[in-house]
């Protein structure tokens, strides 16, 4: 007998529980004796002791379900080893429910902050193995995370649906995509929805963008659309400390980014600019096709390792092939968008301006 319990953490995305139906499945065709428990709203119901039996038929049709049929809920791997506000230690109430509960092992579906407290509880002696989520395709060890397709393919209706209406208007239009740290959404979508583009991999100068927006105007575009990531600096923000920038963002005015490079670009340009923010829209509604494949291949592969009891890794996606990636080499790492890789170089070619 096999008692596997199932974690969904963090920010949530399209294909959670396509990846979760794929590791029930495989182990429930494989393993007859496999009892699978859901831990309710993420590291909270590991914490507090929350959890359900999950049946067979809790994982049939869920394959199109976005969001987590098991909740989830953002609990700072920084805060983990502070007691909570009733003094609870709340890295010794996870292995001691994990304990009590009896598990053979926990299957983590999260992002990056969700990998170092998996690799912390593998530490603490935990059987772990984990699945990388996230819109923001971020983490490190895997080509691919599941939900970045179907969050490319929402964002980029979004630049797709401004096109027709950018253009009536001779506007400029700026479209924030999520991404505060990381511009792999940022990039897809703009590549993909012909915009021009702003990374928080690559400090845009202001004065770059609007020479774009001029260049654009001079050869008779009347329409420019800006894909800019949530975490789009300038260079001159990009050389203060964290300290410095907290203070200035606090003392501006603007909601957001995409604010303030709409007003700057008014002011030098003199053209009308709008700003759309999809949100969480991005991380809503049915995964793609795409991501309903790979969450199935990553879920079966992670059943795998759970039959022949190998822990302390993330299934990852390399060069075309599914992998184990340990842990630790995971944990703490972030997959950042390389300015000088070939996408950006083939991007430029193509005339992308990235404000640098
Ligand atoms: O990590 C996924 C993500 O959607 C980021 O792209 C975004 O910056 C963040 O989560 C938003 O977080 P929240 O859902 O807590 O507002």
């Given at each position: 007998m096999k008692r596997i319990g199932f974690l969904t953490s963090g920010g949530d995305c399209q294909s959670l529980n396509a990846t979760m139906r794929g590791v029930a499945k495989t182990l429930y065709e494989n393993c007859p004796d496999v009892e699978i428990y859901g831990v309710l709203e993420g590291y909270k119901g590991l914490i507090y002791g929350n959890y359900r039996k999950m049946e067979?038929?809790?994982?049939?049709?869920?394959?199109?379900?976005?969001?987590?049929?098991?909740g989830t809920s953002r609990q700072p791997f920084k805060k983990m080893r502070t007691p909570d506000?009733?003094?609870?230690d709340k890295v010794e109430a996870m292995k001691s429910n994990y304990k009590k509960w009896k598990l053979d092992c926990l299957v983590i579906l999260g992002g990056n902050g969700t990998h170092k407290t998996a690799n912390l509880l593998h530490e603490e002696g935990c059987n772990v193995v984990t699945l990388p989520k996230t819109?923001?395709?971020?983490?490190?060890?895997?080509?691919i995370t599941f939900g970045f397709q179907s969050a490319v393919n929402i964002a980029t209706n979004a630049i797709d649906c401004i096109h027709t209406t950018a253009a009536s208007h001779s506007r400029v239009f700026i479209v924030e995509v999520m991404g505060h740290k990381v511009g792999w959404l940022t990039l897809h979508a703009g590549i993909a929805g012909g915009a021009d583009i702003l990374l928080p991999e690559i400090p845009y100068d202001i004065n770059s963008v609007v020479e774009a927006l001029d260049k654009r105007t001079k050869e008779g575009k009347k329409f420019s659309i800006l894909a800019v990531a949530e975490g789009a600096i300038s260079k001159e923000d990009a050389v203060l400390s964290k300290k410095e920038l907290k203070a200035k963002r606090k003392a501006?005015?603007?909601?957001?980014?995409s604010y303030q490079i709409g007003k700057e670009i008014e002011e030098k340009t003199g053209q009308e600019v709008r700003i759309t923010v999809p949100g969480h829209m991005q991380r809503g509604g049915e995964p793609c096709p795409y991501d309903r494949v790979i969450s199935s291949r990553l879920g079966a592969a992670a059943a795998r390792l759970i039959i022949k009891e190998k822990y302390g890794y993330m299934v990852g996606f390399k060069n075309g092939e599914i992998v184990p990636v340990p842990l630790a080499e995971v944990a703490g790492k972030l997959k950042m968008v390389d300015p000088d890789s070939s996408i950006i170089k083939e991007a430029k070619g193509l005339g992308i301006c990235f404000g640098d």
């Open positions: 067979p038929k809790d994982f049939s049709g869920i394959l199109t379900e976005g969001g987590t049929i098991i506000e009733n003094g609870l819109i923001d395709n971020d983490i490190w060890g895997t080509d501006n005015p603007y909601p957001s980014i």
